[in-house]
Structure formats: C-alpha cells, structure tokens
C-alpha cells in the first residue's frame, strides 16, 4: 500500500466533453453567480449578502488552502466559460481519504457536466494513491445524492444533525467511493 500524494496533482483532466482547469479571476462572474442562485444559496452556506468582492476572495483562498485541490469546470468547445468547480480536501492522509465537493453554475445544469467531472476527478485521485473518496451533502440535495450515485457511490447513510446550515442543525448524508470499488 502506498501512501497517498496530497496534494494531488491540480492537472487539466479532459474526457473530451468537459474539460477541469486552474480557476482563474476570470471566473469570479460566474463563481459569484452560481453563489447567489437561489437553489445554491439552499444547499450551501454562502452567506446571504454575498459580493462579487467576497466570490473574488473565495477564489483567491481556494488557491491558498494547501488542503484543498480546486478545479474548475468548462465544456471542451466553449474555451474558459466557467460551467462549475469540483474539489478534493484532504481528510485523513494516513487513511487516505478525501472529500469531494461540487457546484454547477446555473446556465450549466442538467447537461451532465457534474458526472462527468466527478468521474474524472475520482480516477485522478485513484491515480494519485488515494483509498477513500467521501461525499456529504445535505440530506435534501437530490442533485447532488443523484451526482454520486451516478458515479457509483456507495450510500452509507443519513448523519443525524451532523452539519450547521442557517443556524439550523441538519441531516447529511454520506457517500464514498473506494479504490477497490473501481479496480479491475
């Protein structure tokens, strides 16, 4: 067993439809409009009041978490138009477990964007020795529970109150996805 490298390499991965690159400040736009979309704002906790000054800093942070790979997300034939953002945080580097977390931007739902991306993201991180690919959302969020079992996620369960959401205690619910699970 090898040990995980953390972080995994922030490459351009491609499938030919979807391509995953280094955000850039070009991206704040529709970063923040994805933010301030009412069905983002449901599942997510971007404060109320969120600026374009505020998506700017999120980008900026994201690039400085040494926990955290951040990818954005465009479709192949529509050079740099940001259609999302996918990430893996480090949660366990001995175990070799990570979390993955996802947003499409409004313009960009119900093309399959995030499936996709999640595919490519899952077999970069195997790539890269990670054992353990770990999905919490809020119970809820049928597009996003949708998303990972599209992809083979296992469910494994509902976390009581296990998150803080408008200063509410609320159900999750827990996916992963193993190595072993999509080994030949």
Same mark, same amino acid.
């Not at 997510?44 to 700017?56: E, F, K």
């Given at each position: 067993?090898?040990?995980?490298?953390?972080?995994?390499p922030?490459?351009?991965?491609?499938?030919?439809v979807?391509?995953?690159?280094?955000?850039?400040?070009?991206?704040?736009?529709?970063? #923040? @409009?994805?933010?301030?979309?009412?069905?983002?704002?449901?599942? /997510?906790?971007?404060?109320?009041?969120? /600026?374009?000054?505020?998506?700017?800093? #999120?980008?900026?942070?994201?690039?400085?978490d040494?926990?955290?790979?951040?990818?954005?997300?465009?479709?192949? $034939?529509?050079?740099?138009?940001?259609?999302?953002?996918?990430?893996?945080?480090?949660?366990?580097? %001995?175990? $070799?477990?990570? /979390?993955?977390?996802?947003? !499409?931007?409004?313009?960009?739902?119900?093309?399959?964007?995030?499936?996709?991306?999640? @595919?490519?993201? %899952?077999?970069?991180?195997?790539?890269?020795?990670?054992?353990?690919?770990?999905?919490?959302?809020?119970?809820?969020?049928?597009?996003?529970?949708?998303?990972?079992?599209?992809? $083979?996620f296992?469910?494994?369960?509902?976390?009581?109150?296990? @998150?803080?959401?408008?200063?509410?205690?609320?159900? /999750?619910?827990?996916?992963?996805?193993?190595? !072993?699970?999509?080994?030949?």
């Amino acid at each position: 067993m090898s040990e995980m490298t953390w972080p995994v390499p922030l490459e351009t991965l491609s499938d030919g439809v979807i391509r995953l690159r280094r955000p850039v400040e070009e991206d704040v736009h529709e970063v #923040y @409009a994805t933010a301030v979309d009412p069905l983002s704002v449901n599942f /997510t906790s971007v404060p109320r009041h969120y /600026t374009l000054d505020m998506a700017a800093d #999120y980008l900026r942070s994201c690039s400085d978490d040494p926990d955290l790979v951040f990818w954005a997300i465009e479709l192949t $034939g529509d050079s740099g138009h940001y259609a999302g953002n996918i990430s893996l945080r480090s949660v366990d580097r %001995a175990v $070799g477990s990570v /979390t993955v977390g996802y947003a !499409t931007a409004p313009w960009a739902r119900g093309r399959g964007i995030m499936p996709r991306a999640l @595919a490519l993201v %899952a077999a970069h991180a195997f790539d890269n020795d990670v054992h353990r690919i770990e999905l919490r959302c809020l119970s809820d969020n049928v597009r996003s529970r949708s998303v990972a079992e599209r992809c $083979g996620f296992t469910f494994e369960g509902i976390r009581r109150e296990a @998150a803080l959401h408008r200063g509410s205690h609320v159900d /999750t619910a827990c996916y992963s996805l193993l190595r !072993t699970d999509v080994s030949d």
